[in-house]
Every structure is written in C-alpha cells, then in structure tokens.
C-alpha cells in the first residue's frame, strides 16, 4: 500500500511540474515586447471631499530613455497615450536637416584644409628642389 501511495504522490508531482513548465512556456511564447503607452499627467486619485497627494517615480520594468540635447528637435511624434508599441518601432522624429548642413559644413571645412596641405607639401617640394645660393667671393684687387 506504501508503494501505491508513493507512486500516486509521485505521479501528482510530475504532472504538477509538467502543467508548471508549460504554463511558462506559454507565457514566454506568448510574450511578443510590446509596451504600452500611458500618460501620467493625471496620477492622484481620490474620494470627494478628501485631501490625497502623492509622489513617486512611474518606471516600467521595461524602459528605453531618450534624452534631447538642445540643438535636436522633434519634429514629429508617432504615438498617443494608452497605443501599444512593438520593439524597433519609431516613436518620434529628429530634424535632421541642421545636422546634415552641420555636417557638410565641416566636411568643406576638411576639404580646405586637406587643399592647404597639399599646397604646403607643393611649397616644400618647391624649396627642397632649389640650388642653394652662396656668393662667390670677390677678389681683393
């Protein structure tokens, strides 16, 4: 009768473990990183009639922060409060135009000073290539 009983608890547990792994299983597959976006303008809730604050920091166990300098610009915002979002989605846009001239003014600028070089080096080659001059020595009459 021992064994019975050993074997049923024993039979309990696998199928425990097992409707456990795929529990998980299922919820790992099922999880596809999608975050959702709320706003958080409105946080304090209360009855009428009844004074209540509240402070603290919302973070999501998920996070991604972007942080504007103040030459960048956003010039356009891809999603609204409570839309669900997947990974890799765009969430805002950059003006990107001053950048660019930014960046082709500074490629000019390079472009000048690689231009000047090479007219250094043409000037060195120049000097290098020229006879030195000594005077001859006049005779004394």
Do not use: C
């Not at 998980?24 to 409105?42: C, F, G, I, L, P």
């Not at 304090?44 to 991604?64: A, C, F, K, L």
């Not at 942080?67 to 010039?75: A, N, P």
Request: charged fraction near 25%; charge should be negative; aromatic fraction near 8%.
């Amino acid at each position: 009768m021992k064994k019975w009983i050993k074997g049923i608890v024993a039979a309990v547990v696998a199928i425990g473990v097992l409707i456990g792994g795929l529990f998980t299983y299922q919820n790992m597959k099922d999880k596809d990183k999608t975050a959702e976006v709320h706003s958080v303008a409105n946080m304090n809730y209360g009855w009428m009639g009844e004074d209540m604050t509240s402070s603290g920091m919302v973070i999501s166990r998920e996070t991604q922060e972007y942080f504007r300098t103040g030459e960048q610009m956003v010039t356009q915002v891809f999603v609204t409060p409570g839309q669900q979002v997947n990974a890799g989605d765009a969430l805002f846009a950059y003006d990107v135009e001053t950048q660019r001239l930014a960046v082709e003014l500074k490629q000019i600028e390079v472009n000048n000073e690689e231009k000047h070089i090479q007219d250094l080096y043409k000037e060195i080659n120049e000097i290098r290539a020229m006879k030195p001059y000594v005077p001859r020595p006049t005779p004394e009459p």
